[in-house]
Every structure is written in C-alpha cells, then in structure tokens.
C-alpha cells in the first residue's frame, strides 16, 4: 500500500473526474438497471456534493486516477422512514478492485465522519444491498445499525442508521 493513497476532500480540480468515476461506478454495480437516464446527484454533482453544506465527497487518487470515493448528501425522504432530522446519506463507496483490502474504504467513510462533525453533521442513513460481498458487515464496523430491511423494486435493501 502506497502511503500517498489518503483520502482528501473533492475540489472543483477533481470535480469532472470524480463525476465520471461515480457514473462508472453506478454502472459497473447495477447494470441492469440503471440504463436510462442519470439521476440528479449525478447531473449536479457539484451543486450536490461540492456546493451544498449538506453535501460532501471524498476521493482517493493514485497519479492522476481516482481509485476510491465515498460521499454524503442531504437525505431526500424518498423511502419511508422516520429518520432524525436533519440527516444526510452516505452514498457512492467504491474501490477499486486492484486497490480493495487495503483499509481505503474505511479510511475515506472516516475522512468523511470526521468532516461532518466540523459541519455539525450528525445522522448518517444509507441502503446497501446483501448481494454488495460484506457490505452489511462494513457498514457495522463503520458504526451504523440496520433499520429496516425491504425489498425495493429488484433488491433486497438494507437501511441502517449511525448518529455520532
């Protein structure tokens, strides 16, 4: 592992890049469904994830490439939930496989934690998927506890909550 691979926070310099590896990404995890068009976060990601105080972004380069993401951003209530208020959700993790088991997930998700605590931050939800290998598990490391568990359109989803 390369100690220069450290998590920083996303400025307008990666903005096009990042947006690019998100959508790759998004692609690469659920190809069957997500063919059509992109959804907001995606098309604003810098209002989203740069701009808003309410939204954040993390990354990871090796060189010139981003190998490794995660971010929040405002939760929208688009599933039924009660959720304290206010609360952000943590999306977009993905690691390169090449770079995979070397800590960088859990690096960035404390990168991000730590931010959002000097943003006064402090409800996190996010969904995750079982068939996503040991993505229930990482997310309990990480401090957050299932909430519910549903099936959504063509997944088994898992919601969980952290508050710090």
Known sequence: MTSSLTPRLLDQDNLQAAQAFAIRTRQLLFPEVYQT???HDLTHFGETYVVSPMGACFI????ESIVAMVAYR???ARFDLELPSPCVEVVKLFVEPHYRRQGLASR????LF???RTQNIR???LHTHPFLPAAEYFWQ???FHLIRREWIQHYDTLHMLKSI
């Open 37 to 39: 068009s992109l959804p």
């Open 60 to 63: 990871i380069k090796d060189g």
């Open 74 to 76: 405002r939760y929208d």
């Open 108 to 111: 960035l998700c404390q990168a």
């Open 114 to 116: 730590e931010y959002a």
């Open 123 to 125: 409800h996190f939800y």
């Open 141 to 143: 490391q990480q401090g």
